[in-house]
C-alpha cells in the first residue's frame, strides 16, 4: 500500500505530490527525504524511519518518490515497478525522450489525474498507456508543440509530393516505408474518432467497461478500414571485450518484439517464432511477455497465443547469450599505434571486420576511437594538422572527447573475408626543430610567419584545462554503434502470423520486420 | 500558465473574498471563479499551508451543500482528507454532507464519500462508515469499483482503529470463496484479508482450502497485472498443501508467470513456487534451471529494480547450504556504470559464490576492481579477497598471491588496505613463509590509517622470530607513542608488553617501561591508563616478590598466549532465512535481518504445520534433466554451468581466428527448420508466410 507519491527534482524540491491517505505522516516523511544524504548514491533505492518507509527511484534527474506509512507490509518490488512504469508512462504522454522539471510543473493536473488513475487507495490499477490514455484526454502542455507540429506538417506535404513510383533503391524505400508509416498512423487516428472531429471530446462508450472485463487491455469496439499488424524484432547486441587480455567479458543479444496494431474488433492472433519450435526451453527460459499473451498455452502450444492491445505495445523482450565461438557482428580485426620516432609521426589504424550474412548491409556505422591515452602517452604536436585516410566512410576528429569518429557507413556482410580500415597521423612534437624555429625566430627581423586554418593546439588547450578530467574517465574502449536491416543475429524467425477476428472476418496485413543494432554498451577495451 | 498562479501562497482572508465576491456576479462567470478559488485553497494545502487554510471550513461546506458539480466535491473531499487530523468541529455538519453524496447515484462520488468516511479518524464517522459498508459489501448489484472502495476502506479504519476492522474477517473469506463476485474484488479482498491477518497478531491464520485457492488462480487470466500480484501474494503461506501431489500440481501452474513482462508478478509467482518447494518431497532440475534463467533475466532492468532482484532474492537463495539456484558467476561481475548499491550487493554474491573451482575466474575479476579508479571500490575489492582467503583454506596461496601482486602497484590506499586485511590472513594461517613477511613489513613507513598502522604492528610482533630487526621497526610506531591514535596507541602498549615478556633483555625493558610510564602518566583516555596500570601491575608482581603463585610463564600465557582461531560467519541462521523467503519482495528482505527485528509490531511468518512439510530443506531431492544435455549443443543454453563446462564465460579470443564453422552449420540447421515444422507443410491452414525487406522507419 502506497501512502503517497511524489515527484521531485535533483535539489529534492517537491514539484508535486499527491497522498492517499495519512497526511501528517506523509509530509513529515518527505521532509525526511529531503535531508536524507542521497550523496554517492550508496543507499539502496529503500530509506527506512520509524518503520515507515520511503521507496524511490532516479530517472532523468528526477526522484519518484513513494510513501509507505506500515513498511512492513508493503511490497517493495511492486513499488517500485509501479514507480517505473508510471514514469515511462508520463514519458509517453509528455512525448519526450527525457522528462524534466518544467515537464512536470506544466502539467501538474494532468499528473495528478494519472496517479489517481493509475492507483487506487494506493494498489497499482492500471498502467496500460494505450487504455490510460482512452480515459484521461487532459491535453498535455508542452513547450514546443507548435514548431513540432509545424515541422510535422512539412514533412508530410513533402513526402506526399513525392510520387508513388516503386523505386528500390534502397534510399527511397526508406522513404516509402516512412510515408506508409506515418500515413498508416495518420489514417488509424481518423477512423478511431469517426469523423467526429475532436478527438479530445470523443471517448469510446465500451472503454469504461474494459478494466473490469477479461481482457482488461483491449476495448471492445474497435474499427480500423484497413486491418494492419506491424510486428519488428529489434535484436541489441552488448559486447564488452578486453582487447588485451583476449577475453570476451560480455556477449548477449537483447532482443525486443515490438509490435503496432491497427486491428478492428477482437482479434486472435497466433505467432510462431522459430525459437519456439527448436529451442523452446532455452529461448522461454528467458524471455518475458507482454501481459496480453496468454501464458499457460506458452510452454505446450506452437505459437504465441495473444489478443493484442490497441496500438504501440511490446511483445517480447528476451536475452540470449551468444556463444564464445560466434564472432561479434562487427569485429574489431587490429588496433595498432606505431610511433616512428625517426619522423616525428604516431601511426593509428584501425581494421574492422564484419561478420553477418554477405546478403545483407549495415543503414549506418559509426565506430568511436579514443584517443586519451594517445594524448597522454605521446606528445602530439596539435600545430600541425594530423591526417587521416580511411577505405570506406569519413573520419572526424572530436577534440573536445579526445575521439576520432569514424563514419563508416552501409558496408556489406561478411565472414571475415572483407575489412575496412582506416588510418590516422599525427605528428609528434620535435624538440629540436621547435628550438630551431624559436632560435630562427628570435634572431630574425621578419614577422612570425602567419598561420592559416584551424589551430587545433589552442582549442585542445582550452578544452583540456581541467587536469581532473584525465583521471575521472571511464576506461578507454573502442565503441561502435550500428543498424543492419533485415538480420537478427539469433536467427530468430517469425514463421508465421495468423490474424483471426471471428464475427468480422476481414482481410488483414501483418507485416514484420527484423533488425540488429547495438545494445547500450558495444566496447572493446583497449 | 494559470496552474503557476494557483500555487502561490494566499491568505485566508483573500480567498474567501474571492469566494464571496464570485457569489455576487453573474452565475457563469462566478462558477469558474469559484473553482479557481477552490483550486488555489487545495493548492495551498499541497504547499503545506494547513493553519491558514483551516479556517475556512465554514465556506466549503456551504459549497459542498449547494453545488452539484464533480470538480467542486472533488476539491471538498480532499479538503475534508486534509483537515483530518486538525479535529475541527466542523466535521459534525461534514458529515451529514458526506452521507448524501454516498447516498447519491454518481458512482465516483460515492467512492469518494466511503474513502473520506474511512480515512477521517473520528467514532461518529466510523460508525457511518460502517453503515455504509455493510450496503455496499452484501448487495450484489453493486459495482467492482464500489465494491474495492469498500475493501479498502476497511483497511482504512484498520489503521486507524486496530478493532474496528475485526467484525469484517470473516466477511472477507466469504468474498474470497464466492464465485459469482467480481475477479478483481475477490483479488482485492485476498489481499485485504492478507494485510489484516498481518497487522492482527491474534487473528486464527487464515487457511484457504485446496478449491478456493485453485479457483483464485483460475481468475488469473481474468485480472490485470497488479491483481497479478496481489493473488500471488495472497496465497503464499496462506495456503497449505496437504499432499506432494497439490503442491507439484500448484508449482506447475504457477510456473508460467514466472514469465511476465511485469517484473512484481514474476517475483510474487517466485515467492509463492519457493514456498511450495518446502511442501514437496523432490523437485525436478528443470524447475531450478527456468526458475534461475527467470531471476537472471530480471538482471537486465532498472538498477532500482536489480538491485532489489540481486538482494532480495539471489542473496537469500545462494544463503542455504545448498544453493537454489544455479546461476553462473558472470553474470555478477560489477559493470564500471553500475550505482554503489550494486557493486557493494554483487560483490556480497561474489563472496558468497566463491568456492575452489571458480576461485581463478573471481580472483582475477576481483584483482580488477581493486585496481580500479574508485577508491571505495578497490578498497572493498581487496577486503573480500582477504575474506576469501580466510574462506576457502585450500586456496589461501592464490589469493594471498594476488594480495601480494596488488602490493607492487605501490598505490598508497591500496597498502594500506591490504596490510590491514593481511592481519586476519596471518591470524587464520600463522605458518607463512618469511619472505611474505620480510615483504609486508617493507612498507613499514608507508602505512599512515590507524587499521593498516595496528595491523602492522601486530604481524611485526607476531612473526618478530624471523624478523631479525624488528625493534627497529617497531621503533616507528612507539617513538611517537602520544601523538598515535588510540587504536594504534592500545597495539603500541600491547606489543611492548609482549616483547618484554617474550625476550627479556635490557633494550625491551626499557622500551616498554617507557611505554607503560607515558601511558600512565600521559594518556587521557582512560581506558588506555587502565591497561597500562594493569601491565604494569601484571608485570611488578612477578619481580617484586618471587614467592607469589604466579610465575613468569603464566604471565606468558596471560600476555602472548596462544590466539583461538578466527572463523567467518557466512550463513544465516536457518530459521530466519526460512523466514524471509516468505518475505521475498518485503522492505526486511532487503536488509536480511528478521521481520520482528525490523519492524517489531508485526507478526513474524513462519512455514505452516502440514503433513507434507520438509523440515529439513537440504534434503530435497532433485532429479536430473534428461534432455538438457542434448539441448545445449547449438546456440547457448544460458545458464547451465554443466553444458557451458567446455566453453567458460572467460575465453580466450583467439577462437575467433578460427572458421567460422558455425555459420555453415546454422544454414543447414536453418533448413532442417523450415522442412521439419509442421506448420510450413501445410500452408492451407495458415496464413501466407511474411517476410517483407523494408528497412526500419
Not at chain 1, 518527505?30 to 524511490?56: Q, R
Not at chain 1, 472503454?207 to 506491424?230: D, M
Not at chain 2, 497479478?228 to 496465497?235: Q, R, Y
Request: hydrophobic fraction near 40%.
Amino acid at each position: 500500500m502506497i501512502s503517497g507519491i511524489g515527484i521531485f527534482d535533483e535539489q529534492k524540491n517537491a514539484l508535486i505530490t499527491r497522498n492517499f491517505s495519512n497526511r501528517a505522516l506523509f509530509e513529515s516523511l518527505t521532509g525526511f527525504f529531503k535531508i536524507a544524504e542521497l550523496k554517492n548514491d550508496t543507499y539502496g533505492p529503500v530509506l527506512l524511519k520509524n518503520g515507515s518507509a520511503i521507496i524511490f527511484i532516479q530517472r532523468d534527474g528526477l526522484y519518484f518518490v513513494s510513501v509507505q506509512a506500515h513498511a512492513a507490509r508493503c511490497n517493495v518490488m511492486t513499488v517500485v515497478v509501479y514507480l517505473d512504469q508510471f514514469y515511462l508512462l508520463l514519458k509517453r504522454y509528455m512525448a519526450t525522450k527525457r522528462l524534466d522539471r518544467m515537464c512536470i510543473i506544466d502539467n501538474v493536473n494532468l499528473i495528478y489525474e494519472l496517479l489517481d488513475e493509475t492507483t487506487e487507495y494506493g494498489v497499482p490499477q492500471l498502467t496500460e498507456y494505450n487504455i490510460v490514455q482512452d480515459f484521461i484526454k487532459v491535453q498535455v502542455n508542452l513547450p514546443s508543440t507548435n514548431s513540432g507540429k509545424a515541422h510535422n506538417e512539412a514533412l508530410e506535404s513533402s513526402e506526399e509530393s513525392d510520387n508513388d513510383g516503386n523505386d528500390y533503391d534502397d534510399q527511397q524505400m526508406l522513404k516509402s516505408w516512412k510515408r506508409q508509416s506515418f500515413r498508416k498512423e495518420k489514417k488509424s487516428k481518423q477512423s478511431l474518432s469517426h469523423g467526429l472531429g475532436d478527438d479530445e471530446q470523443y471517448i469510446n462508450s465500451f472503454i469504461l467497461r474494459t478494466t473490469t472485463q477479461a481482457v482488461s487491455w483491449r476495448p471492445k469496439g474497435i474499427h480500423y478500414a484497413k486491418n494492419e499488424f506491424f510486428l519488428d524484432v529489434v535484436e541489441g547486441l552488448e559486447l564488452s571485450v578486453d582487447v588485451q587480455q583476449k577475453i570476451v567479458r560480455k556477449h548477449f543479444i537483447r532482443g525486443r518484439i515490438q509490435c503496432r496494431s491497427y486491428l478492428s474488433g477482437m482479434p486472435q492472433l497466433k505467432i510462431c517464432i522459430n525459437k519456439m519450435q527448436k529451442n523452446r526451453e532455452a529461448f522461454l527460459q528467458t524471455a518475458k511477455f507482454h501481459q496480453c499473451v496468454s501464458l499457460d498455452n506458452l510452454r505446450t502450444g506452437e505459437a504465441i497465443e495473444l489478443i493484442p492491445p490497441d496500438g504501440e505495445f511490446l511483445l517480447c523482450e528476451y536475452t540470449l547469450k551468444r556463444s564464445i565461438k560466434d564472432p561479434p557482428v562487427i569485429q574489431l580485426a587490429a588496433f595498432e599505434v606505431t610511433p616512428n620516432f625517426k619522423k616525428f609521426k604516431l601511426n593509428v589504424s584501425v581494421t574492422i571486420e564484419p561478420h553477418f550474412k554477405a546478403q545483407n548491409s549495415t543503414s549506418s556505422l559509426n565506430v568511436r576511437i579514443p584517443l586519451t591515452k594517445i594524448f597522454h602517452e605521446y606528445k602530439i604536436d596539435l600545430t600541425k594538422t594530423p591526417r587521416f585516410k580511411c577505405d570506406t566512410g569519413t573520419v572526424a576528429f572530436n577534440l573536445t572527447d579526445d575521439l576520432l569518429l569514424w563514419t563508416v557507413g552501409c558496408i556489406k556482410g561478411g565472414h571475415g573475408e572483407n575489412s575496412h580500415t582506416m588510418h590516422a597521423q599525427f605528428y609528434l612534437f620535435d624538440e629540436e626543430q621547435f628550438k630551431k624555429e624559436q632560435e630562427e625566430l628570435k634572431n630574425s627581423m621578419d614577422p612570425p610567419p602567419l598561420r592559416e586554418g584551424l589551430q587545433l593546439e589552442k582549442l585542445y588547450n582550452k578544452t583540456h584545462r581541467d587536469p581532473d578530467s584525465l583521471t575521472n574517465a571511464p576506461r578507454a574502449a573502442i565503441t561502435a554503434d550500428f543498424e543492419i536491416p533485415y538480420y537478427t543475429c539469433s536467427r530468430l524467425k517469425i514463421e508465421y502470423l495468423k490474424i483471426e477476428e471471428d464475427q468480422l472476418h476481414y482481410q488483414s496485413f501483418p507485416w514484420v520486420r527484423y533488425k540488429t543494432v547495438n545494445d547500450k554498451e558495444y566496447a572493446f577495451q583497449i | 500558465m494559470s496552474d503557476q498562479r494557483v500555487f502561490t501562497r494566499h491568505k485566508a482572508y483573500e480567498i474567501r473574498a474571492e469566494l464571496q465576491q464570485a457569489d455576487n456576479k453573474r452565475f457563469k462567470a462566478s462558477a469558474a471563479r469559484q473553482k479557481n478559488a477552490l483550486k488555489k485553497i487545495i493548492a495551498n494545502i499541497t504547499m503545506g499551508y494547513l493553519n491558514e487554510m483551516a479556517s475556512l471550513f465554514p465556506e466549503i461546506l456551504k459549497f459542498w451543500s449547494i453545488d452539484d458539480d464533480m470538480e467542486v466535491k472533488m476539491a471538498c473531499h480532499q479538503y475534508a482528507l486534509a483537515m483530518a487530523p486538525t479535529k475541527s468541529s466542523h466535521f459534525e455538519e461534514a458529515l451529514k454532507l458526506i452521507q448524501d453524496d454516498f447516498a447519491s447515484s454518481n458512482e465516483r462520488l460515492r467512492i469518494m464519500a466511503l474513502n473520506t468516511l474511512s480515512s477521517i479518524p473520528r467514532p461518529s464517522y466510523y460508525s457511518a462508515c460502517q453503515k455504509c459498508l455493510e450496503s455496499v459489501l452484501t448487495r450484489s448489484s453493486e459495482s467492482a469499483d464500489l465494491k474495492r472502495a469498500a475493501l479498502h476502506a476497511i483497511l482504512n479504519m484498520d489503521q486507524a482503529d486496530k478493532n474496528s476492522a475485526r467484525p469484517y474477517v470473516s466477511f472477507l473469506s466469504q468474498i474470497i470463496n464466492e464465485q459469482r463476485q467480481f475477479p478483481s474484488v475477490r483479488a482485492h479482498a485476498l489481499s485485504v484479508l492478507d494485510a489484516l491477518n498481518e497487522s492482527h497478531k491474534d487473528l486464527p491464520p487464515m487457511s484457504l482450502s485446496h478449491d478456493t485457492c485453485f479457483n483464485l488462480l483460475e481468475l488469473l487470466p481474468e485480472l490485470n497485472e497488479w491483481d497479478h500480484t496481489l493473488i500471488l501474494n495472497g496465497l503464499t503461506a496462506n495456503y497449505v498443501p496437504q499432499t506432494h501431489s497439490e503442491s507439484h500440481h500448484l508449482i506447475e501452474v504457477v510456473l508460467p508467470h514466472l514469465q511476465h513482462v511485469n517484473t512484481s508478478v514474476s517475483l510474487a509467482a517466485l515467492k509463492l513456487i519457493l514456498y511450495l518447494i518446502n511442501y514437496v518431497d523432490s523437485i525436478h532440475e528443470s524447475i531450478v534451471k527456468r526458475l534461475s534463467s527467470s531471476v537472471v533475466a530480471l538482471l537486465n532492468k532498472p538498477s532500482e529494480l536489480q538491485f532489489l532482484v540481486l538482494r532480495n532474492v539471489i542473496l537469500l537463495l545462494l544463503g542455504r547450504d545448498k544453493p537454489f539456484l544455479q546461476i553462473d558467476v558472470s553474470y555478477f561481475f560489477v559493470e564500471f556504470n553500475d550505482p554503489i548499491y550494486i557493486k557493494d550487493t554483487k560483490l556480497e554474491i561474489l563472496y558468497l559464490l566463491a568456492k575452489e573451482d571458480n576461485l581463478r575466474q573471481i580472483l582475477q575479476e576481483l584483482k580488477d576492481y581493486a585496481t580500479d579508479i574508485d577508491i571505495q571500490m578497490s578498497r572493498k575489492a581487496i577486503r573480500a579477497i582477504g575474506n576469501l582467503a580466510v574462506k576457502l583454506e585450500n586456496s589461501v596461496d592464490d589469493c594471498i598471491n594476488v594480495l601480494l601482486d596488488l602490493l607492487d602497484f605501490g598505490v598508497e590506499y591500496i597498502i594500506q588496505e591490504i596490510i590491514s586485511v593481511f592481519r586476519n590472513v596471518m591470524r587464520k594461517y600463522p605458518e607463512q613463509d618469511s619472505e611474505t613477511i620480510k615483504r609486508l613489513v617493507a612498507f613499514n613507513d608507508s602505512v599512515q590509517e590507524p587499521e593498516s598502522r595496528s595491523a602492522m604492528i601486530w604481524i611485526i610482533t607476531q612473526f618478530s622470530r624471523s624478523l631479525p630487526n624488528f625493534l627497529t621497526l617497531f621503533r616507528v610506531f612507539s617513538d611517537n607513542f602520544g601523538e598515535e591514535s588510540l587504536e594504534v596507541q592500545f597495539s603500541v602498549l600491547n606489543s611492548s608488553v609482549k616483547f618484554f615478556v617474550r625476550t627479556r633483555s635490557s633494550e625491551t625493558e626499557e622500551l616498554c617501561l617507557k611505554i607503560l610510564k607515558t601511558a600512565v602518566d600521559n594518556a587521557d583516555n582512560p581506558d588506555l591508563r587502565e591497561r597500562a596500570l594493569m601491565y604494569w601491575r601484571l608485570l611488578s608482581l612477578v619481580q617484586q616478590r618471587a614467592d607469589s603463585n604466579i610465575s613468569l610463564d603464566d604471565i606468558v600465557e596471560i600476555v602472548d598466549g596462544e590466539l583461538p582461531l578466527i572463523t567467518l560467519n557466512t550463513r544465516l541462521d536457518p530459521a530466519v532465512l526460512e523466514e524471509l523467503e516468505l518475505n521475498i519482495g518485503s522492505i526486511a528482505s532487503i536488509y536480511l535481518k528478521p521481520i520482528g527485528q525490523v519492524f517489531r509490531l508485526n507478526r513474524t511468518m513462519t512455514l505452516p504445520q502440514s503433513p507434507v512439510l520438509n523440515r529439513n530443506r537440504d534434503s530435497l531431492e532433485m532429479i536430473p534433466d534428461t534432455r538438457s544435455s542434448k539441448s545445449s549443443a547449438s546456440y547457448s543454453d544460458p545458464i547451465s554451468t554443466r553444458s557451458r563446462a567446455g566453453s567458460s564465460p572467460v575465453k580466450k579470443m583467439n577462437d575467433h581466428d578460427k572458421p567460422a564453422e558455425t555459420v555453415n552449420h546454422l544454414k543447414m540447421k536453418r533448413r532442417t527448420t523450415i522442412g521439419s515444422s509442421k506448420v510450413t507443410r501445410k500452408p492451407s491452414i495458415l496464413s501466407r508466410r511474411i517476410s517483407i525487406k523494408r528497412p526500419f522507419t
